[in-house]
């Protein structure tokens, strides 16, 4: 899939960068929602999960 210039808090994703310590403070957890909640983000991710299902579905057709 190619990027559609979508991105996350206007960040683009790279594994490499996540933090590696799965154990958030109250804070950093409270900056991650606020981010998903904010409706441009939200809007984004819906239409990047929606494209992304679409895909799979095109792609599982293809395999019939």
């Known amino acids: 899939m190619e990027d559609s210039g979508r991105a996350f808090c206007a960040e683009s994703y790279n594994e490499c960068n996540q933090p590696t310590n799965s154990l958030l403070t109250y ?38």
Not at 45 to 59: C, N, Y
């Open 27 to 64: 804070a950093q957890k409270k900056v991650i929602r606020a981010r998903i909640r904010d409706r441009y983000t939200h809007l984004n991710l819906q239409a990047d999960l929606t494209e992304h299902l679409w895909f799979d579905r095109e792609q599982e057709g293809d395999d019939e």
